[in-house]
T-cell receptor, first 112, second 114 residues
Framework: KQEVTQIPAALSVPEGENLVLNCSFT??????LQWFRQDPGKGLTSLLLIQSSQREQTSGRLNASLDKSSGRSTLYIAASQPGDSATYLCAVHTSGTYKYIFGTGTRLKVLA | DTEVTQTPKHLVMGMTNKKSLKCEQH?????MYWYKQKAKKPPELMFV???????INESVPSRFSPECPNSSLLNLHLHALQPEDSALYLC?????????????FGPGTRLLVL
C-alpha cells in the first residue's frame, strides 16, 4: 500500500531564503507525482507535475525533482516571499491504480 | 481551457437537507473524480466516472450519490448528511480514465453540515 510522507510538517523562514520541501513514498512504481499548493480554507492549485520518466520540472522560482528509485521528491523554492505562505502537498499516482495518494503536507510560513 | 470549475464555493446545510455539488470541465475529458478532504488531512478518493459510467466507488456511504449527466458535468447529491461529513470536496478530471493519466483538480467546495 502506497504511503506518502512529507517532512517537515511545518516550516517558518524569513523572506528571501531558499528552501526545500521533502516528499517520500514507499512504492516506486508510479505514473507521476504532483506538487500542489493549498491556501487556508481554499482548494488545490497544481504547481508542478513530474511524469515517472522525468527527473525534474521547473516553473518560475519553483523546481521539483523526482528520484523514483529512492522514492523521493523535493520541491525547491527560491527567494521565498510572504505570498508563498501556504500548505504544500505532494500527491503520487501509483501504477495500477486510479487515485492519487496525498501526503499530509508541509505548512510554510514566510516572514516579512 | 484547462480549468475544472466547482460550484458552489461554500455550502452550509442541515442534516435533513438535500443539496448538490456541481463540477464542470470543458477540456474534452471523459473521466471525472470526486475526492474528500477533511480538515488537516490529505484528500481521499470517493468516486471515479469514466465515459459517464461509475467505475469506482471507494465504499462511500449512500448518503452521497454521484451523477454524471454528460461528459462535461459531474454532480454529487447530498442527503441526510452528518456533521462529520463537513469537508472540502474536490473534483478532478482526466482524458479517458486510464490509470496512468494525470488528473486536473478544481478549487473545491467547502461543505459545513450543522
Amino acid at each position: 500500500k502506497q504511503e506518502v510522507t512529507q517532512i517537515p510538517a511545518a516550516l517558518s523562514v524569513p523572506e528571501g531564503e531558499n528552501l526545500v520541501l521533502n516528499c517520500s513514498f514507499t512504492d516506486s512504481a508510479i505514473y507521476n507525482l504532483q506538487w500542489f499548493r493549498q491556501d487556508p480554507g481554499k482548494g488545490l492549485t497544481s504547481l508542478l507535475l513530474i511524469q515517472s520518466s522525468q527527473r525534474e520540472q521547473t516553473s518560475g522560482r519553483l523546481n521539483a525533482s523526482l528520484d523514483k528509485s529512492s522514492g523521493r521528491s523535493t520541491l525547491y523554492i527560491a527567494a521565498s516571499q510572504p505570498g508563498d505562505s501556504a500548505t504544500y502537498l505532494c500527491a503520487v499516482h501509483t501504477s495500477g491504480t486510479y487515485k492519487y495518494i496525498f501526503g499530509t503536507g508541509t505548512r510554510l510560513k514566510v516572514l516579512a | 481551457d484547462t480549468e475544472v470549475t466547482q460550484t458552489p464555493k461554500h455550502l452550509v446545510m442541515g442534516m435533513t437537507n438535500k443539496k448538490s455539488l456541481k463540477c464542470e470541465q470543458h477540456m474534452g475529458h471523459r473521466a471525472m473524480y470526486w475526492y474528500k478532504q477533511k480538515a488537516k488531512k490529505p484528500p481521499e478518493l470517493m468516486f471515479v466516472y469514466s465515459y459517464e459510467k461509475l467505475s469506482i466507488n471507494e465504499s462511500v456511504p449512500s448518503r452521497f450519490s454521484p451523477e454524471c449527466p454528460n461528459s462535461s458535468l459531474l454532480n454529487l447529491h447530498l442527503h441526510a448528511l452528518q456533521p462529520e461529513d463537513s469537508a472540502l470536496y474536490l473534483c478532478a478530471s482526466s482524458h479517458y480514465g486510464g490509470q496512468q493519466e494525470t488528473q486536473y483538480f478544481g478549487p473545491g467546495t467547502r461543505l459545513l453540515v450543522l
